[in-house]
């Protein structure tokens, strides 16, 4: 099933804990315990596993049956082979894999001698008419009949020379039989406790040398998974007993059903040979018909599969995965919002945490293959967008085999020295598992200013999309892609304006001014450009049309709602305060330089970085606020890891004294909130305050101060408190 899945190119995800499959993804998964589908009747499963209850059912569609009815006692067992008439036979109620079923039994002392093994499988059995006839499996799939086998139980052919069990070790030799590998369509023959006994009824042991050409059984039941041999019989089934196998799957009621009818020849209708449906299962082995020991193969997988997914039916999603050192979470919630405009309904993932729509269902830093795997299992996601880290790349991989869509924003220094990534080369490697698992008719997006990124467009299979920052006719890899009539996003002049466009060869549409776009501040967060570009980019080659790109761009103002720590502007009484979670050089130096664009009259950064940086990391990263008026270092205990208390703060601080900055306007502290009761203390009118923190908690510090929603001030600044 999963082979034949996987060559139809539908997604497959296995949950070895339960062994059930999720083909396909989000809104468009179906799901398979075996073969047994999620459309497959709680009832039609019930009545299939009651053996009893099964027949009556049968019987109630026409069909004939064995006679027969149930026992609980080996007393009422023997009392009901009297009224039956030999030969009998006992099977458990509810049993799968021919477990318990005793064969022909043709004498009271038979019945005392196969209840034990029947009643271990079951304390209900079943007591039945013997039927004559060949054991045939037929598999009907939708109310289809699709494939059928006549079953052979387990045996040997003698030579006159060797025994029953040497026999049966040459038979086990065949690489079909190979029991430690679950590709093999046989199973070895039986040697056990069961085999001694089937052969002692008719006088023989596994010691037992058969006469040349002697057919001798192993067992009463013609299970494959026990030894026996399929051979296919699909071209010869009559059309009336096709039908009449459409009719008991369809009495039961089950979506895939394995029948098993006793004939002494298929081809002749049922009504004329004395022939009995014994048994109907729900899900039904196929390895008997797509690997049959003689006969031609049959796809039961592939029926399977259709009425899964009839012709039209979608099998996946799109799937957009965002890396990048920096700004993965603002594009990834950026795309997301794009997408839910145009009524999709969308599943993402960012180091904040898993979220349907904009509900969250888990909080955390979730950009690994656990929380892909939520939003890619959930049933009502029609689009997935995944924000993924190098930190789960590295540790436990994907959670998914391809992307539709692969975004590379950028590789910077962050995170080196960690988990074996000590250079920017090797962890634009790892960042370069994104583009290398796009789809073949999917796309790459890449940052064409980036030099390590670009490089990617060698290892990706999709078709590649630029987006750069660099002004008309400076970057030729830009160029010589428009001249190939490729896609580019990148931003362009026009008059005293920026506008950000979309070029596709010669055709171009312009998405909207810089100045217009809510997350640049008016052009002021110039880093943010970068991220509008990659997600309008990422949207286009998607297909998503260009007035809902503009309209979604356009809509998407940073705040606590869509971008929760991310660029989030706090209007108070004492001047505004930016809230991001920059933690390395590339995210600070962005956030630093968006302050010094605001008019202010005094400038303060509230700086912290993780402490499992290098000493050199955090030093460039307190030289880069070299520009403030007053800078404020702190830690927090949850982000020291490993350091002292006061040891990040520290480093920090000489990176910044080391420019000459005046240790009189450094400060540093080794908790939290001690640093930012410090900013609103040096805090006046007009002042702005870059404060870095990964969580709301130290912002309930600023409610005694903050300017009420729709002043006059909220509205010149142009945010809302």
């Not at 949950?15 to 398979?32: E, F, S, Y």
């Not at 009815?69 to 009392?79: I, K, N, P, Q, Y």
């Not at 404020?632 to 350091?643: A, N, Q, S």
Request: charged share 25%; hydrophobic share 45%; net charge negative.
């Amino acid at each position: 099933m999963l082979e034949a899945a996987r060559q139809r190119g539908i997604p497959v995800r296995r949950n070895p804990d339960d062994g059930v499959v999720q083909l396909g993804l989000g809104a468009a998964q179906r799901r398979l315990h075996a073969t047994m589908t999620d459309a497959t009747s709680l009832i039609a499963t019930e009545i299939a596993s009651d053996k009893h209850r099964t027949k009556r059912v049968l019987k109630r569609a026409g069909l004939r049956i064995p006679e027969g009815d149930t026992a609980r006692t080996l007393d009422g067992a023997l009392e009901m082979a009297e009224d039956i008439g030999f030969p009998i036979l006992l099977k458990p109620l509810s049993a799968n894999n021919g477990r318990g079923i005793s064969g022909r039994i043709d004498t009271p002392e038979g019945v005392r001698a196969a209840w034990p093994l029947a009643a271990a499988e079951h304390q209900v059995v079943v007591v039945e008419r013997f039927a004559e006839g060949n054991d045939h499996r037929v598999v009907v799939v939708n109310r289809r009949v699709v494939a059928c086998v006549e079953r052979v139980p387990a045996h040997v052919v003698g030579d006159g020379r060797r025994s029953v069990r040497a026999l049966a070790e040459e038979i086990n030799r065949d690489p079909k039989r190979n029991k430690a590998d679950p590709r093999s369509p046989l199973a070895p023959l039986p040697l056990d406790a069961l085999t001694s006994a089937h052969l002692a009824r008719a006088g023989r042991t596994l010691d037992t040398v058969p006469d040349d050409g002697e057919i001798v059984f192993l067992r009463a039941t013609a299970n494959i998974s026990t030894g026996g041999t399929a051979i296919d019989r699909t071209d010869v089934i009559h059309p009336r007993n096709r039908a009449l196998c459409e009719l008991a799957a369809g009495a039961v009621g089950l979506d895939v059903a394995g029948l098993d009818v006793l004939t002494p020849d298929i081809a002749v209708p049922f009504d004329e040979n004395g022939a009995v449906v014994i048994e109907v299962n729900a899900s039904p082995g196929i390895r008997m018909h797509t690997d049959p020991d003689a006969g031609v193969p049959r796809d039961v997988p592939g029926a399977i599969l259709d009425m899964l997914f009839p012709t039209g039916a979608p099998t996946t999603i799109p799937v957009l995965a965002v890396t990048g050192t920096n700004g993965k979470t603002t594009t990834t919630r950026l795309l997301a919002h794009l997408f839910r405009t145009t009524g999709k309904r969308v599943g993402f993932t960012t180091t904040d945490g898993v979220y349907f729509q904009q509900h969250l269902l888990l909080e955390g830093d979730l950009t690994g293959p656990f929380a892909a795997s939520i939003v890619l299992s959930h049933p009502d996601v029609d689009v997935a967008v995944l924000e993924t880290a190098r930190g789960g790349i590295l540790r436990a991989g994907l959670g998914f085999d391809a992307c539709d869509v692969g975004v590379v924003l950028n590789v910077s220094a962050d995170h080196l020295g960690l988990d074996g990534i000590d250079t920017l080369e090797q962890l634009a490697e790892v960042k370069g598992v994104i583009p290398a698992v796009v789809k073949p008719g999917g796309h790459a997006v890449l940052n064409a200013d980036d030099p390590r990124v670009l490089a990617m467009r060698a290892r990706t299979p999709g078709t590649v999309v630029l987006f750069s920052t660099a002004p008309p006719g400076e970057n030729g890899d830009v160029e010589a892609q428009l001249a190939r009539g490729g896609i580019v996003a990148r931003v362009e002049h026009d008059g005293n304006d920026e506008r950000i466009v979309i070029r596709e060869g010669a055709r171009c549409a312009a998405l909207a001014t810089v100045r217009e776009l809510p997350l640049t501040f008016g052009g002021a967060a110039r880093f943010q450009i970068q991220n509008l570009l990659a997600a309008s980019a990422a949207a286009y080659a998607q297909g998503m049309p260009v007035e809902r790109i503009r309209e979604g761009l356009l809509g998407f103002v940073p705040s606590a709602e869509h971008t929760p720590g991310r660029l989030n502007v706090i209007e108070t009484t004492r001047g505004r305060v930016i809230v991001d979670y920059a933690h390395n050089a590339a995210a600070v130096a962005g956030l630093l330089d968006f302050v010094g664009r605001l008019p202010a009259e005094r400038r303060i950064a509230v700086i912290s970085v993780p402490g499992d940086r290098r000493d050199e990391d955090l030093r460039e990263v307190g030289a880069l606020a070299a520009g403030m008026d007053y800078v404020i270092f702190k830690e927090h205990e949850h982000y020291r890891r490993g350091r002292a208390p006061g040891e990040g703060a520290r480093v920090l601080a000489e990176g910044l004294l080391a420019t000459g900055f005046a240790p009189d306007r450094v400060a540093t502290f080794r908790e939290e909130s001690d640093a930012v009761a410090h900013a609103i203390g040096l805090m006046c009118p007009g002042s702005v305050v870059a404060l870095i923190v990964d969580g709301p908690e130290v912002v309930e510090q600023f409610h005694p101060y903050l300017v009420p929603p729709g002043t006059a001030d909220a509205r010149r600044q142009g945010v809302t408190a």
